[in-house]
């Protein structure tokens, strides 16, 4: 034993080692609350973020129900004598030497969701014609004007018309994604 000013009490290598092990877990202790107070804090934020993403997900330019009226008379494949024929049948297959042919007929009565999409369509696309004005404010107007005209059910004028502002860049966009696009906002198959 050495005399090193401890009144006679020699000091340890391991004694060192245990009185800094014993700090660092009374520190450890000490810092513990504040790291799970932050990982508390991170869950609930992650939480909170989550919930608002998924109602924006399912709250957000969610479109109705009921925007087409119920069906009344559906579909007939074997419709003859009601559905007139609109085009002649003609031979298909190599040279018609298979005998069978093609034609086409239409069903005025029916009604369901994609038929009044058609007509629709058909209301917008009659009235722009094909005559439309080089000057494309012109033209983006004249979108905006038959679409609220048409005969499309009047949530999709009006979500159209929310959308269809600006040039006409915007306006084709904004009728792309109301009516033609397979997830549009007024696709009937949606």
Known sequence: M???????KSI?????????????????LRVRPHYIRLAIGTLILVLLISVVWLWTQTNVDQRPTGIWAETTH????????????IM??????????????????????????????GMCMDSVFTCIG??????????ADMI???????????TCKSHFAEEATGDLESV???????????????????
């Open 172 to 190: 084709a966009a904004a009728f792309e994604s109301n009516f033609i696009e397979e997830t549009a906002w007024c696709s009937p198959s949606r």
């Open 12 to 28: 340890d290598s391991t004694d060192i080692d245990a009185e800094v092990a014993a700090g660092s877990d009374a520190e450890a």
């Open 130 to 139: 094909v005559d439309l004005s080089e000057d494309t404010d012109e033209r």
């Open 74 to 85: 559906e579909f007939d494949p074997n419709c003859d004598v009601e559905c007139p024929e």
């Open 88 to 117: 002649e049948p003609r031979p298909i297959g190599h040279g018609g030497e298979s005998g069978l042919t093609f034609s086409m007929r239409t069903d005025p009565r029916l009604d369901d969701p994609i038929a009044q999409w």
């Open 144 to 154: 905006r004007q038959c679409v609220a005209h048409s005969s499309c059910p009047e």
């Open 2 to 8: 050495s005399d090193d000013g401890n009144d006679g």
